[in-house]
């Protein structure tokens, strides 16, 4: 029986030391979605979640193009697979990279993130999804309580990005103002996205590689890793991140740890 339009339930066989049983589980439905654009149809296999906001996030960081205020049109065609084009080619400005610099304490990037592990209640009931999420550096969590400006979910990261993306460009939030908190690993591939959404700051449980470190110290992105507990890596412009050890950060102050 579906339960709504991204999960489905599975009668499965469930082995706990030696207990055997049978047991329901909710899992994932991937959705196909068909974007036709300049000229191509690019496929991409997703949650049937914010759609049109994947579309906007991946053209924008592919190509540069935002198409945030275009019309669209939104077909399915069959059960699990939607077609979607924009009437328009989108335009060359976006709301990104216009904030001045800032600091963030350790301790408010910590909490932030065990608020952020939380979350999730589709990966809560299934175990299978990515998150990404924006708070502007201004806010304040109350205790472990955070307002996120914008929050995305799918199946995949990269489209978990693209589709937070895609909510900025929609609502003309400035990435750059905030901080940015990712669930999955951070290669040169999802770092190529936060520089093109004028990201600083990007938060993530999981580690990033050699090279996507390299790429974020060119672009001066703050890029931070193993946020867990009471503990992070700080990979790149560690001079953003403020705490008991300040003076340490800014002894390295746009250091370029590669030279």
Not at 28 to 55: D, M, N, Q, V
Not at 92 to 116: C, H, N, Y
Not at 194 to 204: F, I, T
Not at 238 to 255: L, N
Request: aromatic content about 10%; hydrophobic content about 40%.
């Amino acid at each position: 029986m579906i339960q709504n339009r991204v999960t489905m339930c599975q009668e499965i066989v469930k082995v706990q030391g030696e207990a055997i049983k049978r047991a329901e589980d909710e899992l994932l439905l991937e959705h196909a979605l068909s974007l036709e654009y300049g000229g191509e149809k690019i496929p991409f296999f997703c949650t049937e979640l914010l759609l049109r906001e994947l579309a906007v996030g991946y053209v924008f960081s592919a190509f540069g193009r935002n198409l945030g205020k275009e019309r669209y049109l939104l077909e399915s065609v069959v059960p699990g697979h939607t077609e979607l084009r924009f009437l328009g080619e989108g335009a060359l400005e976006a709301p990104f990279g216009r904030a001045q610099d800032f600091t963030v304490e350790a301790e408010w990037i910590l909490k932030a993130m065990e608020s952020f592990s939380k979350r999730s209640e589709l990966f809560l009931r299934t175990g299978n999804v990515h998150s990404a999420a924006f708070l502007p550096r201004k806010q304040k969590g109350r205790g472990q309580e955070f307002q996120y400006a914008l929050y995305a979910e799918d199946i995949g990261r990269h489209n978990a990005l693209d589709k937070l993306i895609g909510l900025a460009l929609v609502q003309d939030i400035d990435l750059s103002d905030g901080v940015v908190l990712l669930s999955g690993r951070a290669p040169s591939d999802m770092v190529k996205k936060l520089m093109s959404a004028g990201v600083k700051m990007a938060v993530s449980v999981s580690a990033p590689t050699y090279d996507s470190v390299r790429l974020a110290q060119a672009a001066g992105i703050t890029l931070i890793g193993f946020a867990r507990g009471s503990r992070m890596n700080i990979y790149s412009n560690a001079y953003r991140v403020t705490g008991k050890e300040r003076e340490v950060f800014h002894a390295d102050e746009k250091r370029d740890f590669f030279k």
